[in-house]
């Protein structure tokens, strides 16, 4: 599966930006879906994961009351809907894929996804 991040730009503090990791190739639904990020200087970070067919998630505690993952199998589409946006947000946000039936712990690991696309920049700043 080859995936690709886009939504990213700038936006002030307290604003939103909805990201989107499109899918071409295999079956989209086979997989479960990651969001990362990556600021300058500091190592990938777990921000959300959805399951195959979207029923179960999982978010990193800091940013589960700002963000919402979601994802559209007919549209081969995952959705991180980013509200109440701070500096510290600003990273590049990447998405990636993992073939396993169910949601695991391990799911926050970038190193369980097999499958990365290129990021998109996140820039939060007045």
């Known amino acids: 599966v080859q995936l690709q991040a886009s939504g990213g730009g700038l936006v002030q503090p307290g604003g939103s930006l909805r990201l989107s990791c499109a899918a071409s190739?295999?079956?989209?639904?086979?997989?479960?879906i990651g969001w990362f990020r990556q600021a300058p200087g500091k190592e990938r970070e777990f921000v959300a994961t959805?399951?195959?067919?979207?029923?179960?998630?999982r978010y990193a505690d800091s940013m589960k009351d700002r963000f919402t993952i979601s994802r559209d199998n007919a549209k081969n589409t995952v959705y991180l809907q980013m509200n109440s946006l701070k500096p510290d947000d600003t990273a590049v946000y990447y998405c990636?894929?993992?073939?396993?039936?169910?949601?695991?712990?391990?799911?926050?690991?970038?190193?369980?996804?097999?499958?990365w696309g290129r990021g998109t920049q996140v820039t939060v700043s007045s």
């Open positions: 990636a894929a993992d073939e396993a039936p169910f949601i695991k712990v391990s799911h926050r690991t970038p190193g369980v996804y097999g499958y």
């Open positions: 190739g295999r079956s989209f639904s086979d997989y479960i």
């Open positions: 959805i399951s195959r067919g979207g029923s179960a998630t």
